[in-house]
């Protein structure tokens, strides 16, 4: 008999329910996806995990797990086959670090690339149809059209929140086509970030790649015109257990992804490393917080150039705490072997930064560490 099947409760439009998708067929899990409606959300979704949040996925054994990357921890553990997480030093290090840099920092052109398009009918037409999936995906288009255009308020209305503003829209839009051209040249080489074989850089990566910027019309096409080897890399992403092969040998790192990197941590970095000063402040402020709020305040910060102001997102901390801790966990030899590719993007000062007030995750939420909710 065959095994019971996970339960993915998502949407197709959904950045971070596209991360677990591609992994759960990339892994060959078998799994039924469920449509998160406002109707599933009070179900299940709220009582279970007590957010209003997706992905959730549910186990055959009723473990209920929200977020990609605990998702992720989860299930490899318990499917050792195909794991995504690279056993060598410094691959491990360019796949955490990719798997930052995608949910949080990528997820500007993706917002920007959905939201920025409202005179583009057949985009945004699309983006609303699958909104008002959430009354029922059987709604006809119509209705499902103008209950989308009610739900996703929340969301083009936190571009702003974000940092993607008129003033940084330009800078925006000529990041991400630099980022489709490095990556375009990078996937003409490889079927994979580090190789023959997909890690949770990969996965990262198809939260944007995938759900808004290869999948809703205006960035898709974009896309495809611009950076093809990219579509193909998403469409080979949303196969079910793929022919693989392995990563690179000698722990190595492709040169097409140095760029990336280096770019990473002259633009993402000085956020993340602001978001651990202001996090610190923030519990020292509040110490008998049980939780951290979804912002803690407002930094300034540059994109080519132009600079500008966003909230403080605490949860990114906690994504930075996994590759930190890899890092100071290495022996001298694998460390030497991180800090020569480290040097050559411009990370090496970046890496040695130090966490004041460590956060962790527990009942899906996010808490000061050493705390129970
Ligand atoms: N870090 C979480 C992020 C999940 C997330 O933000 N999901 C979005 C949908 S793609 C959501 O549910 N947003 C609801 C909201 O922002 O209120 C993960 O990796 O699963």
Redesign the pocket.
Known sequence: MAAAPHTLYALPH????G??RSYLRYKGIAFEERVATLREFQRFIIPRTGI????VVQTPDDVVV????ETMDLLDARHPARAVMPETPVQKLVALLFELYA?EWLLLPAMHYRWSFWHEQKHIDDVLEHFGMLLSPKAPRWLRRKAGAQFCK??HGALPVLGVTPRTIPALEAWYEEFLDRMNAHFSAHRYLLGDRASVGDFGLMGPLY?HLGRDPYPKALMQRRAPKVYAWVQRMNEVEPAIGDWLPDDAIPDTLLPVLQRMFAEHWPVLADTVAQVARWLDEHPDARRLPRFVGRHRFVLGGVEEERSVFP?PQWMLQRVLDHYASLPANARAAADALLAKVGGLEAMQLQIPRRVARAHHRLVPEGMTP
């Open positions: 959904s950045l971070y329910s991360k677990v209003k949040f997706i992905p929200q977020d990609s990357t949910d929340p969301f759900a949860y």
